[in-house]
Every structure is written in structure tokens, then in C-alpha cells.
């Protein structure tokens, strides 16, 4: 059972009266061969390792390897303990979370890179977040994984999820998709919403540059990760509240890919432009370099 596009994808989850999860399961098990004892077992040690890097970050003093990050999960989660956040306690978690992700992918620990390592924080943020929030469990989390990776192997096989190909809207835009899509599912709503809530996702980033100084998945990627996370929570709750999305998720993809292969090649992970080839970014990169 595998599917190229969200028609596809739409087609066998109303024909087989399932979920996007539960289509991805029977895809991987399809392409892989592999049971589905097998798959949601590596999928739980994905999620385990996700929950990891999160904790991780808040009981340690991380330091990157460039220097620029180190410490700021802590910052932003101190102020929702305290109720001066601004964002409410779930985003406030969400975004906190996803920073913390960042800096152990820049300090060499281990994270999932779904679907990238620069873009790593996303979906860690926003899945134990909403599982803190509303008590889910790791088993129902863990299914909607497959949900998210569904979005994402969409996006794979008709644009990119590279930033040194489509920009950082491919990264951290495609974090979003996914996650949004789970989101949809995690709260009931149908197949449709899931994928109007991805293309949502994927709207609200297009044409999103990838500049990181001095070469690096430290600045500005951290905070775009808070970024990602914030994102797939707004376009999830605009899909809930019955909002729809007037360009389909395919041709969003699309549009995506080409936004990204427009885009010039100093800003396309090169390090060459945006905030990389400011003064400060240049002077940064001379610092560490």
C-alpha cells in the first residue's frame, strides 16, 4: 500500500476507512517488508529518543559547538513556571522544547532528525508539549508519528526537505507540515483537515531563506525551530476552527519546491546571505572559524 501524493493518500485512508497513521504503517511495512511489531517498535525508540533530547536540555548545561546557542530552553521555560509567559503554557512548552532540541543537535547529542537535524526541535516541541498538556500516552504518540511522517514522505518525493536545496521553508516548513497534520489527528479530525492544516503549515513559511552563520545549525536555525513549533500549533487550531485551505496540499508542495530552487544559492544553507553575511554574521564566523 503506497501512495505518491495526498490524493493518493486521501484515496486509500477513505477506501479503507483509515487513518493517515495507519496508512503510513501499512506503507512502511510494504516498502520495508518488515512486520508491524518491527516498525512501531523502531518508531517508539524514535519517540524515546525525541523525549530525550528534550529532557536533556533542561537538566544540562549545553554548550554548541560554535558557541552561539547554549542555555536558552531553560530561559524560556523558567518564564512559563513562573507565569510570565506571554504564550500560554502549551506554547510556552512547545517552542522551549524545540529550542532545547537544537542544542543538543549543536553539542553533539542525539536527536531524530525529522526530517532534518537543523529542524530537529520541531516536532519533539510540539508532540511532548501536547502529550504534557493532555495526558496522552506514549503509544498514542507514537502512532501519530507515522502521520508526520507520512507529510513528510509526501514532501520527499515531490520537493525537498534540504535547506542547502529549498531553503529553510524545506527544513523547518516541512517540520511544520508534519507536524500540523498530527496534530489534526491527534484531535480527532479528519484526513482532509490533516492535510489543509500541513498545506497551512506550509504557506506560512514559504519562501523562508536558510542562513545560518558561519555554516552552522545554531543562529538563526534555534529560534526558527520555536518558530516551526508555534507554526504547526496555529495552523492545527486555524484547521479545527473549520477554516479552510484554499490551495490543496500538492500544489502547496509544489509551489514550495519551486519557491526553493528560485531562491539564490547564497541563501540556501551556502552561509553566503541573509543573516550570515551581515557584519555581525560575518564577524561571528571569523570568531569561531
Known sequence: MEFKNANQLTEICSNNNIPISEAMIQCEMFISQKSREEIISQMTHSYNIMKKSVYRALSEDLKSIGGLIGGEAK???NRGKNNKSVCGTLMNKAIGYAMGVLEVNTSMGLIVAAPTAGASGV??????ALQEEFNFTDETMTKMLFNAG???????????VSGAEGGCQAEVGSASAMAASAIIELMDGDVQKCLDASSTALANILGLVCDPIAGLVEVPCQKRNALGASNAMISAEITLSGIVNRVP????VTAMYNVGRSLPFELRETALGGIAATPTGCRLCKSIL
Open 75 to 77: 530561559k524560556i521555560l
Open 123 to 128: 516536532i519533539p516541541g510540539v508532540f511532548i
Open 249 to 252: 496540499f500538492d500544489e502547496m
Open 150 to 160: 507520512a507529510i513528510g514522505y509526501l514532501i520527499t518525493r515531490n520537493a525537498t
